[in-house]
C-alpha cells in the first residue's frame, strides 16, 4: 500500500515540512482557579489543531496551498486529509486558518522562491 499523504481539498500538495499538533479545550465561563487555588472547570470542548510550516516554496506551490487554505466567505473551511495522533489514524476533517504569516527568500525574475508559509490548521468539529 503506498504512503498516506497530505491532501487539502483532495489535492496534492508539498509535504509540509513541520505539522506539530496541538489542542485547544475551551470551559464554561464558570470555570477558574478561585483563590484557595483548587481548579473548578467545567470544560464544553476540546478542538484538534496543528502549527504547520510549508518551507522552500516556488510560485505554483505556494498558490496550490494559499488557494486552498484562505478563507472566504463562500468556503470559510477546507477539508485535510491528515494523520491525527489524537484518533491514531489517517482521516479527513474539515480545518480553517485564522492567519497565517509568509516569508520571501528571492524574487529574481522567473527564479521566485518563498521560503515560507506558517499558520496553524485548525479542526471546526470538536474531538471530545
Known sequence: MAQERITINGIAVKQPDKMDPNFATTYTEDSGRPMGGKAHLTPLFTVESYSVEFSNLTPA????????????????????????????????????????????????????VLESITCDFVGREKIV
Open 61 to 112: 506551490q505556494a498558490s496550490a496551498i494559499l488557494q486552498q487554505i484562505v478563507p472566504t466567505p463562500s468556503r470559510p473551511f477546507f477539508n485535510l486529509h491528515y494523520y491525527s495522533w489524537y484518533y491514531g489514524a489517517w482521516r479527513t476533517a474539515q480545518f480553517y486558518v485564522g492567519q497565517g504569516s509568509m516569508k520571501t527568500k528571492r524574487l529574481k525574475e522567473n527564479d521566485e
